[in-house]
């Protein structure tokens, strides 16, 4: 029997909290016709001890969301503090003590028929929901190479969340689980690996962190960023953002994808190959233990910035 998800009580929707039943579009709306959208994703880490929700990072991801409009031609009339505060007040209203997932999604507004970006009404909509795991196999995924190729930044911004790229990463992650893995990985057209479906790739290779440089049209990820924080700072490890090759992920002593959803996810197989040891390393480990804690306000903050 399928569980049904938990739906929000509340959405922020046309300027206000709003009840989410109210919170509707047209189906002429232009973002659902075309996918002329952008979305972020932040998740927000509930913890027993001070009894309070800590949001990851929300300034870093409003600013990037309204980076992805910028790029479709919208001019929302919001800060990142401003969006920051709405969250602050949608996660009250909510009143839920327990992990959760923020959904903010910008969108072309006008009910109208006609492919362009320019001369169309733009909105700005968000909700959370509770939220664990995006890949169930969190300590040692099994992950496969996908037919499909990253789509070209010069096709899709990579560096932008938007709504129809995420066909693509659909396509690859169906692909990868009918064939019975966990989650994919995906070239780019210059058949370098990129990242996975939908989330950012380390690898460890003689004791140095490697992962594809934000040229290899992937996402600039904000769990990324961090990644390398904790990987320089507290482990005193070398990272290295360069092209990274599809075998390298065979002789990689260690490799995980990481990203707001998938948090910080251990490889342990690639293309029925044993990743390492084939079970969670201890890079990948510490790094796990590491980011939990300060996702949820157990430990201090890294040194830079």
Known sequence: MTTLPTLP?????????????EAKVSVMTHTF???TGAFGGVRAYWNDDDRQLH?????????????????????LPYTPEDLTRILVDLLRAENRHEDMYVRPLVYKSDPLIGVRLHDLSEQITMFTIPFGRYIEQEEGAHVGFS???????????ARGKIVGAYANS??????????????????????????????????????VAITPPITSNILE?????????????????????REVDKTELYLAEEAFLCGTGVQVCAISRVDHRPVGTG????VVKTLRDLYFKLVRGCCRATRRG
Do not use: C
Not at 221 to 228: A, F, H, L
Not at 279 to 282: K, T
């Open 55 to 75: 949001i990851f990072r929300p300034l870093d991801h409003f600013k990037r969301l309204l980076g992805s409009a910028k790029m479709l031609l919208m001019s």
């Open 279 to 282: 079970v969670i390393g201890p």
């Open 170 to 207: 659909a396509f690859i992650k169906t692909e990868a689980m009918l064939n019975g893995f966990d989650d994919a990985l995906v070239l780019n057209e210059d058949g370098h690996v990129s990242e996975g479906s939908a989330a950012n790739l380390f690898i460890v290779r003689d004791g």
């Open 33 to 35: 016709n075309y996918g």
């Open 9 to 21: 009580k509340y959405a922020f929707f046309e300027g206000e909290i709003v009840p989410f039943s």
């Open 221 to 241: 990820g904000i769990t990324r960023k961090t990644i390398i924080q904790l990987l320089r700072d507290e482990m005193d490890m070398e990272v290295q953002e």
């Open 147 to 157: 037919s499909w190729r990253r789509i070209d930044d010069n096709t899709i911004p």
